[in-house]
């Protein structure tokens, strides 16, 4: 088992800027990727970044290309999102969740991960 559990999340003004974490725990593989999601009320979960092990292979969703910045420490075990600029339309839960994923292409596929966490908030104020 994986345990993921975010944090980092909170209460930020438009043009702001947030750091999330997620920390994992249990049993690690070397070829885990790492990625966040988000959700907004009413709407359907979508993918936001993701990073394999090496670092070497990063995807964006194009809604965050140029204001969000993915990187991990694997010597903590920690995936982190740094999010500048932010807006009101990023405001969800972001989850982070981790899987064996081979193709770059199934990086933004939320089907590709076996290990999700509970989510940390982030609502973005006018």
């Known amino acids: 088992q994986v345990q993921l559990v975010e944090s980092g999340g909170g209460l930020v003004q438009a043009g702001g800027s947030l750091r999330l974490s997620c920390a994992a725990s249990?049993?690690?593989?070397?070829?885990?990727?790492l990625g966040w999601f988000r959700q907004a009320p009413g709407k359907e979960r979508e993918f936001v970044a993701a990073?394999?092990?090496?670092?070497?292979?990063?995807r964006y969703a194009n809604s965050v290309k140029g204001r969000f910045t993915i990187s991990r420490d694997n010597a903590k075990n920690t995936v982190y999102l740094q999010m500048n600029s932010l807006k009101p339309e990023d405001t969800a839960v972001y989850l982070c969740?981790?899987?064996?994923?081979?193709?770059?292409?199934?990086?933004?596929?939320?089907?590709?991960?076996?290990?999700w966490g509970q989510g940390t908030q982030v609502t973005v104020s006018s």
């Open positions: 969740a981790a899987g064996r994923i081979f193709r770059t292409t199934n990086y933004d596929a939320d089907r590709s991960y076996e290990y």
């Open positions: 249990g049993r690690t593989f070397s070829s885990a990727v």
């Open positions: 990073i394999n092990w090496s670092g070497g292979s990063i």
